[in-house]
């Protein structure tokens, strides 16, 4: 790939214009059918192209994609106020989702943000640590019975499940693998259509096509079987020795009014974090074994530092500030495979970003897969290096030159659990095996929801 970014918009500003360059075209389709094909070939290709701002017409919109860290910042977190989210595909996923943390914005995000911030305080959530290794262990069972020798397992899969799991023994205390869960189950068959839905809400949800059919009544069922959760909590007394988020959720209270939340509001928030909280977090290890096994020396690295920190225990909360090298496994695989690929915010009102004027109603990109190989601020940046992230090189670089979690306000609530349960699933696996991708199988990301490894990720398993 070309490392000759210009970095500096002024070098590319067309004479005679105050717009960023960027590809121009006679039809409002091409662009936006060249980013729904492939984003990440787009992305990278005008950025390479045109420079750090590239504009091109999205549709009915001016659009704006910004790679450099200050102005990635701008929108996140200096004048957030002017970015929202109301743009057709986060509309697409309030059909879906309805008013919860993700897709709302203005008031009733504030609102919902300061009732939720508590129960995702990192001191609430080591709790949480125990539940997280010992379903990995018993996930580690599982594959010492069904995949012996050289059976391979696509561990992308494997990922989700456990994730999925994590998140619904976290969420509400119920194992949501079972063969026999209606909530797991719908939602292992309907993830892959809401993720299809989501980035492109055509044809929309009321014409009663086949897989709109069967998104609505997979969403009839969770709907049931989460309002009924909700009711029979409610009839019960908290558990204060196990609270899972739930509990959290239904005892939080708005400081000023002391209000809690509405029935529909908590369906809201559990569908929310149900999607939000296991998808990103298995894309994120999924690209974590895939890297180590592309390289044997930061394998090596790892498995030393989890043998002399863990020396055969099952790793727990406590151990996870003497593991630095896990962790920056996992930031430096979020790296370069950053499970949100990118974000998308629609300018309420005008602004000035990089000293183009940007034009109220536009609707502007950040490509955190782009930004996060910016030669100005990343040495090699297509080198899986975790120690990229010691203290010591990451001083000096700019907050915003990573964001796999965003940033500003809207920054993930989930971040902080996100990454304990990472570390702690890695060092529980990696501590048993190796895993080695299917000779010749070919990897590539694909960006749906997540961005995820196309074709699967096949691994063997063996054994340390
Ligand atoms: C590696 C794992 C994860 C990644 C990479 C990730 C990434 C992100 C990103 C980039 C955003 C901001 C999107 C934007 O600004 O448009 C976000 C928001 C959010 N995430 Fe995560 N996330 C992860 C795990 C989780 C978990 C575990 C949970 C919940 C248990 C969660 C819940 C949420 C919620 C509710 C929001 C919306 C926050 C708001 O707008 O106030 N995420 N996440």
Same mark, same amino acid.
């Given at each position: 790939m070309s490392q000759t970014i210009p970095t500096t918009p002024e070098t590319r500003r067309e004479p005679g214009t105050r717009k960023p360059p960027g590809p121009r075209s006679l039809s409002p389709l091409s662009s936006a059918s060249a980013l729904q094909r492939d984003p990440i070939r787009f992305a990278l290709d005008i950025w390479h192209r045109y420079g750090d701002v590239v504009r091109f017409r999205f549709l009915f919109w001016p659009a704006y994609v910004l790679y450099h860290p200050d102005h990635v910042k701008r929108v996140?977190?200096?004048?957030?106020?002017?970015?929202?989210?109301?743009?057709p595909n986060m509309k697409a996923a309030r059909e879906l989702f309805g008013n919860g943390l993700f897709t709302s914005d203005g008031e009733s995000w504030l609102r919902q943000r300061r009732l939720m911030q508590p129960s995702f305080h990192h001191k609430r959530l080591t709790g949480f640590g125990r539940l997280m290794t010992e379903t990995t262990a018993a996930m580690l069972e599982r594959w010492q019975r069904t995949a012996p020798?050289?059976?391979?397992?696509d561990i992308s899969v494997e990922m989700t499940r456990l994730t999925l799991r994590i998140a619904g023994l976290a969420l509400?205390?119920?194992?949501?693998?079972?063969?026999?869960d209606m909530v797991g189950r719908t939602f292992t068959t309907l993830g892959p259509l809401i993720s299809k839905y989501a980035t492109l809400p055509f044809p929309?949800?009321?014409?009663?096509?086949p897989r709109n059919r069967r998104l609505l009544a997979g969403l009839n069922t969770l709907n049931t079987v989460v309002y009924a959760i909700i009711e029979e909590r409610r009839k019960q007394p908290v558990?204060?020795?196990?609270?899972?988020l739930l509990w959290m959720l239904l005892s939080a209270?708005?400081?000023?009014?002391g209000e809690g939340m509405s029935d529909q509001q908590l369906r809201d928030e559990v569908l929310t974090l149900l999607l939000a909280g296991h998808e990103t977090t298995a894309a994120a290890l999924a690209w974590t074994w895939y890297l180590l096994s592309q390289h044997p020396e930061v394998e090596r690295r790892l498995h030393a530092e989890l043998d002399t920190v863990l020396a055969g225990q099952l790793p727990t909360v406590e151990h996870l500030d003497a593991l630095p090298y896990t962790r920056m496994v996992i930031q430096e695989a979020m790296r370069l495979?950053?499970?949100?690929?990118g974000f998308t915010r629609f300018a309420t009102a005008s602004d000035e970003i990089g000293g183009y004027p940007i034009p109220a109603n536009s609707v502007m990109f950040l490509s955190a897969y782009c930004t996060h190989r910016h030669p100005a601020f990343w040495e090699e940046p297509e080198v899986f290096d975790p120690? &990229? !992230?010691?203290p010591e090189r990451s001083?000096?670089? @700019? &907050? !915003?030159?990573?964001?796999p979690f965003g940033g500003? @306000? &809207?920054?993930?609530?989930g971040n902080a659990f996100a990454m304990m349960e990472a570390q702690l699933v890695l060092a529980t696996v990696a501590q048993r095996y190796s895993l080695r991708l299917v000779p010749g199988h070919p990897v590539e990301p694909q960006v749906l929801l997540t961005m995820r490894p196309r074709s699967g990720l096949p691994m063997t398993l063996h054994p340390r």
């Open positions: 996140l977190q200096e004048n957030h106020r002017n970015y929202n989210k109301n743009f020798g050289d059976t391979p397992l509400f205390s119920l194992d949501l693998s079972n063969e026999a929309p949800l009321w014409v009663p096509t558990d204060t020795n196990t609270p899972d209270r708005d400081e000023e009014t495979y950053p499970p949100a690929f120690e &990229r !992230f010691t001083a000096g670089r @700019p &907050r !915003f030159a990573y964001f500003g @306000p &809207r920054q993930c609530i």
